[in-house]
């Protein structure tokens, strides 16, 4: 799973099938592994000087380590980093920009069968959002979604109606409250999901018959993933990256129950 759970592996596996498939894998922002992408990085910033950017390190997690800048400057270009456009137009809740934790069952390898939870987490950033600018873009409260960063923040409400960490349910509603065709919305994620479970599918694969030759009847095992989902404010979804989850997830406070 680690061809799609790490961030540079998850990037490089998602550019080559784009260059075959482009409107098939347009759903990722655009993206550049650092250092080895630094020259068409460069390029694509002398044509767009007004862009925003987001780095990440290609294995962190929680929010350490992120930064979002104006000033590709200030980018360290030999540092093995992550670095993607930032969506700057976001779908907001209430003002504030927000992500969503999907939450997806592999139950089999061969046939490969897929569940995709029909709940779990909205995540809010605790600042209200402001497209970015150079005052602004280090506002980590208003840019950042993940739960580890803005529990820190005293404006951070705890409550899974209209407080910073909801439930997918809760948005539903609300989408469908503000007209949003939601049936559409989640059928596009469900193709996300399953485009990015098939870049993995084939090394998942050889693993599985490699390790359970043996196991004929029944799954010898399973996987619990989250897909970080963001919507734009056309309501398109981006995948922001793949997480390994666990029964307990201690980042989020979730448990699930069988």
Known sequence: MSEICRKDSLARNLDTMATSFRDD????????YLPSDYIKFQNYMSQ??????????????????????????????????ICQLYISKPLLLDGYK???????????????????????????????????????????????????????????????????????????NWLHAEGYDEKKIWNEIDDVIIKTIILAYPFVNRSYQTCFSSHKYMPACFEILGFDILLDENCKPYLLEVRYCYIIDPCDGLIFHF
């Open 25 to 32: 894998y347009n759903f990722y922002p655009m993206t550049w």
């Open 48 to 81: 767009h000087k007004s862009s925003t950017y987001i780095l990440k390190p290609t294995t962190g997690s929680r929010g350490t380590g992120i930064y979002i800048t104006k000033s590709p400057k200030k980018i360290n270009q030999y540092k093995n980093m």
């Open 98 to 172: 927000f992500d969503m934790r999907v939450y997806t069952l592999i139950a089999s390898c061969d046939p490969l069968k897929i569940y995709v939870y029909n709940d779990g987490l909205v995540r809010l950033a605790t600042e209200p959002y402001e497209t970015p600018t150079h005052n602004n873009v280090n506002d980590r409260y208003m840019h950042l979604t993940n739960y580890s960063v803005n529990k820190c923040n005293k404006m951070y409400i705890d409550n899974e109606i209209f407080g910073s960490k909801r439930r997918i349910t809760t948005l539903n």
